[in-house]
């Protein structure tokens, strides 16, 4: 399905849609509907189970927005946050490089200098995307931040952070405190950080306002410890950075085994990695065929990174792989950088005596880019059917409940919705149209359960009724008691959690 036909079947849905939407919209902002805010919430509630499930030591916390401008100082984000831009001197429509440079270089431009970039620009005859002009200008740094005026006399400068991983960082003394002052510590933030892009594009892929989910795991780097023996065997489907520089994209099965053995991975590294993979596999369901966990090169990381993969997904709304998340090994550059800036020694003392500055290794992921992802890979035709495969327990919508006939079953059909709903599922109640439109309006929605009350449900009485119940997948019906409702729909609507044990 083609970008601009899922958007459209999106917003007929109410999905999502742009923001002031009556005024025309704003660039790179986009706000949930009804289904959109529920699979969103379902998404980051299943990040949060499958990856701060991997230790009792991991915890979430919800931290301020804004930063001080002393905190994106230390952390090198007013230096570094930037991309580069091109504008065009015809139109005056500004870019970002690798947008102007996608057709010709569409492995991207990080870690190339303005001069380099001004090359490829030059000679490989790239033009304007708005008006089709050569006329561009040498690229620039542009800072990507926020910034906002603080306090009443305005003199004072805070910006939105850019990321929410700097949050967790400054919260590291207070958790080290709160928690059992031992190392492995995760600290989870799932929440908003905001980038003045340079051209939003691809609806929620580059956005202005958006949701990060990131698990920043501080550990001890001479004895980080995991049970890898559970991931040796697991096959990854990588694509080396040794390779990509020397021409090739192509997608290599490694066993997570060799990666250490051969790869020069640390076992800590690979572990994590598995586990980030296995999320996009095993519980947002993506095909393994359409995922690849790609390495950046040294050029190519973000200047706080010595390992990173990116978790990508082929995309056919988007024209092929895109970035869905990220593992990044960022050593003790947070801690540090925030240790000079503040004047205080973040290190630690453990157990024994010995005092350390914990390493950060980082698990992100995009809660708006899987929103978009999981309509890409699991909504499409089944013969003259519009179904969203969602997998039951990300639906946002558990369980529909239509009565046959408005008049003689919606009564005992909205009884039965408000039971379900007072026993904690997603519930929707419908009675317009057909037993086959509402059918279709569910498909569409991606609801895994429609529950038909009829006659012989009335029948029965409240206390032996039974109902239809038809599965969105493979469209088989059964008559079940309503009793036995909850309990099978809660278990087939279960998220799957990590294997620890």
């Known amino acids: 399905m083609k970008s601009d036909e899922l958007y459209a079947l999106l917003r007929r849905r109410g999905v999502l849609w742009p923001t002031a939407e009556?005024?025309?919209?704003?660039?790179?902002?986009?706000?949930?509907?009804?289904?959109?805010?529920?699979?969103?919430?379902?998404?980051?509630?299943?990040?949060?189970?499958?990856?701060?499930?991997l230790s009792h030591d991991y915890y979430v916390i919800d931290p301020a927005e804004l930063l001080p401008e002393a905190v994106v100082r230390a952390s090198g984000h007013l230096e570094n946050?930037?991309?580069?831009?091109?504008?065009?001197?015809?139109?005056?429509?500004?870019?970002?490089?690798?947008?102007?440079?996608?057709?010709?270089?569409?492995?991207?431009?990080?870690?190339?200098?303005?001069?380099?970039?001004?090359?490829?620009?030059?000679?490989?005859?790239?033009?304007?995307?708005?008006?089709?002009?050569?006329?561009?200008?040498?690229?620039?740094?542009?800072?990507?931040m926020f910034g906002v005026d603080f306090g009443v006399t305005g003199r004072e400068r805070v910006f939105l952070r850019p990321e929410t991983a700097q949050s967790s960082y400054l919260a590291f003394p207070r958790m080290w405190d709160v928690g059992r002052r031992a190392l492995p510590l995760g600290i989870a933030v799932v929440g908003k950080a905001y980038r003045n892009e340079?051209?939003?594009?691809?609806?929620?892929?580059?956005?202005?306002?958006?949701t990060q989910s990131e698990l920043q795991i501080f550990f001890d780097p001479e004895r980080f410890s995991v049970p890898f023996d559970r991931v040796r065997e697991e096959t990854l489907?990588?694509?080396?950075?040794a390779r990509r520089e020397a021409g090739s994209e192509a997608v290599e099965p490694v066993p997570a085994e060799d990666l250490v053995r051969s790869g020069g991975l640390p076992e800590f590294y690979v572990y994590h990695l598995v586990h980030s993979y296995r999320f996009f596999r095993d519980v947002l369901g993506f095909p393994a065929g359409r995922l690849r966990l790609l390495?950046?090169?040294?050029?190519?990381?973000?200047?706080?990174?010595?390992?990173?993969?990116?978790?990508?997904?082929?995309?056919?709304?988007?024209?092929g792989f895109k970035e869905l998340g990220a593992v990044h090994y960022r050593g003790d550059y947070d801690l540090g950088r925030h240790s000079a800036g503040t004047g205080k020694d973040l290190s630690v003392t453990l157990t024994g005596g010995r005092t350390v500055l914990p390493h950060v290794l980082e698990l992100t992921?995009?809660?708006?880019?899987?929103?978009?992802?999981?309509?890409?890979?699991?909504?499409?035709?089944?013969?003259?059917r519009t179904v969203w495969h969602l997998p039951p327990y990300l639906a946002p919508v558990a369980v529909e409940v239509f009565p046959l006939i408005p008049k003689a079953h919606g009564a005992a059909a909205l009884a039965l919705a408000d039971e379900l709903g007072a026993a904690g599922l997603a519930v929707h109640y419908d009675d317009a149209g057909t037993i086959g439109k509402r059918y279709a309006r569910a498909d569409e929605a991606g609801s895994p359960f429609c529950v038909t009350v009829d006659g012989e449900t009335v029948a029965e009485g409240p206390n032996h009724g039974t109902v239809t119940v038809r599965d969105r997948d493979s469209k088989a019906q059964s008559r079940v008691p309503t009793g036995d409702l909850v309990g099978r729909i809660f278990r087939a609507t279960r998220s799957p959690r990590p294997a620890l044990a």
């Open 22 to 53: 009556i005024y025309g919209g704003a660039q790179g902002l986009y706000d949930y509907g009804p289904l959109g805010a529920a699979l969103k919430r379902r998404v980051e509630e299943a990040w949060t189970a499958w990856f701060v499930g």
């Open 81 to 144: 946050f930037t991309d580069p831009e091109v504008t065009c001197e015809n139109c005056h429509k500004a870019f970002r490089a690798d947008t102007i440079l996608e057709k010709v270089r569409p492995e991207g431009v990080d870690g190339l200098t303005p001069a380099e970039i001004a090359e490829i620009v030059r000679t490989r005859g790239a033009k304007c995307p708005n008006c089709g002009s050569s006329a561009l200008s040498v690229p620039r740094a542009f800072n990507m």
């Open 198 to 210: 340079i051209a939003p594009r691809q609806v929620l892929f580059r956005m202005r306002a958006f």
């Open 237 to 241: 489907p990588v694509v080396r950075a």
């Open 295 to 319: 390495e950046k090169s040294d050029r190519e990381r973000a200047f706080y990174n010595r390992i990173q993969f990116d978790i990508e997904a082929d995309l056919e709304s988007l024209g």
């Open 365 to 384: 992921s995009g809660p708006d880019r899987t929103v978009w992802a999981l309509a890409d890979l699991h909504l499409g035709r089944d013969g003259e």
